[in-house]
């Protein structure tokens, strides 16, 4: 990086200019980068520059033969999480790691959470994922109990609190049942009201009628209501696509206007290749989005007590990326009952997931998932593709490899709306537009 004095001024105020590495395939511009050499990384020496928070230049590097020394991204969307119940693996462990027990944890902690014990799983999270470069977060958020509305009056003032630095967008995760109910049209109100999703779980085992009505109203709920749908589908090693086969069916009989996002679906990858490919363009021509989930799948399915089992049920990004549905990957789970390791690091997110997804970071179908899908999924009025006039919201890793940054824990230096983070005065306000168009 160069940061010459005259350029230091400049960032003082939402400005500056650095030599830097950038993957090709999230340059949005090519007209000035023409001919410039991209290494067998995939990444491009770029100058960036940036005026009041918006790019205002990507260019290449007069001197070819220096090559800078920091990786630009953008900043990170986390499209799968659970900020309510993060960091309560200390209180509701799951030495097994099983599906069964991490769900009988989780239930038996959520009837005894109190606000206090929310608040810190929502705040810890937010700050780590802050330093560690996440823009925005789309988070699960338990919703059955009889604390909701309490627990989302809390969560409305965190959203508050944080809206500059990253925007959150929450999903209520009931039984699919729960919106067939009065509180569940109160809720559904809710959250329609303030740009939030409707969410619900079906996996296996499951009665296929009573789960198709709750289905076809839960669609037609959202529609009424123009709120989106993420649901937990086909979490199972077991009854392969089950799930969201019936979400087709559904789809087939009424009109939907609304995006559905798919979480999970890792027993779809059980099927024969035929019907995965099959069943992903169905899934592409009702532009069904796909939030695959490595980490905790890896963790929880396929488990058969002592003995190692090299089925580790997945969504099938490849065959879904091939049919035209956008794939994300995210999270999930961190310190809790049903994942108890990382930390909302979307680095530490790469590294681990990508030798199990085998995606690649040099190709632009292996880093989507982490970058421009998972914005596209949100919603996010910037796709997080970078040129001229788009925000100036970076990560830069102190690397000059993808090898050496997904191998070592690089250090980072964030960018939020044109300024370090680290340079930031305190309390001082933020204006930077991530949000729901
Ligand atoms: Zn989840």
């Known amino acids: 990086m160069t940061l010459e004095k005259e350029e230091f001024n400049l960032?003082?105020?939402?400005?500056?200019?650095?030599?830097?590495?950038?993957?090709?395939?999230?340059?949005?511009?090519?007209?000035?980068?023409?001919?410039?050499?991209?290494?067998?990384?995939?990444?491009?020496?770029?100058?960036?520059?940036?005026?009041?928070?918006?790019?205002?230049?990507?260019?290449?590097?007069?001197?070819?033969?220096?090559?800078?020394?920091?990786?630009?991204?953008?900043?990170?969307?986390?499209?799968?999480?659970?900020?309510?119940?993060?960091?309560?693996?200390?209180?509701?462990?799951?030495?097994?790691?099983?599906?069964?027990?991490?769900?009988?944890?989780?239930l038996n902690d959520y009837k005894s959470r109190s606000q206090g014990q929310l608040l810190f799983s929502v705040e810890k999270s937010l700050n780590l994922a802050l330093v560690n470069g996440i823009r925005a977060i789309r988070s699960h958020i338990d919703s059955f109990g009889e604390n909701v509305m309490r627990d989302w009056d809390l969560l409305e003032d965190i959203r508050k609190k944080w809206r500059d630095k990253i925007f959150l967008q929450f999903v209520a995760l009931v039984p699919l049942e729960f919106w067939q109910t009065y509180e569940g049209e109160l809720l559904a109100q809710r959250v329609a009201l303030n740009g939030d999703l409707l969410g619900g779980v079906i996996a296996p085992p499951f009665n296929k009628k009573k789960t198709i009505k709750s289905l076809l109203h839960l669609v037609q709920l959202a529609n009424r209501l123009n709120c989106d749908i993420d649901l937990h589908i086909d979490e199972s090693q077991s009854c392969p696509a089950a799930g969201v086969k019936l979400l087709l069916e559904v789809l087939g009989h009424i009109k939907n206007e609304i995006s559905i996002t798919c979480s999970h679906l890792s027993s779809m990858a059980l099927l024969r290749e035929k019907s995965i490919s099959n069943l992903a363009k169905a899934m592409a021509e009702k532009k069904l989005n796909v939030v695959a989930l490595p980490l905790t799948n890896s963790w929880l399915l396929g488990r058969n007590e002592r003995s190692t089992s090299i089925k580790r049920p997945l969504a099938p990004i490849f065959q879904l990326q091939k049919a035209g549905v956008v794939v994300s990957v995210g999270g999930d789970n961190v310190n809790d009952a049903w994942f108890p390791f990382t930390n909302f690091d979307p680095i530490n997110l790469m590294a681990f997931s990508m030798p199990i997804a085998h995606l690649t970071p040099w190709e632009r179908l292996g880093l989507s998932p982490f970058t421009s899908s998972a914005a596209s999924i949100l919603n996010l009025q910037w796709d997080g593709v970078l040129q001229k006039g788009s925000p100036a919201d970076f990560v830069l890793l102190d690397s000059n490899s993808w090898v050496k940054a997904l191998s070592e824990r690089p250090k980072r230096r964030v960018v939020v709306n044109g300024e370090f983070l680290n340079e930031l005065p305190k309390n001082k306000k933020l204006t930077f537009n991530n949000s729901h168009p």
């Open 11 to 106: 960032s003082t105020k939402a400005s500056g200019r650095i030599d830097v590495l950038v993957p090709r395939c999230l340059i949005g511009e090519g007209a000035n980068i023409l001919g410039l050499t991209v290494d067998f990384e995939g990444l491009c020496s770029l100058q960036v520059e940036w005026r009041h928070g918006k790019i205002c230049s990507i260019k290449g590097l007069k001197d070819a033969s220096k090559v800078p020394n920091e990786i630009l991204l953008p900043r990170f969307s986390e499209p799968h999480a659970h900020l309510d119940k993060a960091f309560s693996w200390s209180r509701a462990p799951n030495y097994k790691g099983s599906y069964q027990e991490a769900l009988v944890a989780n």
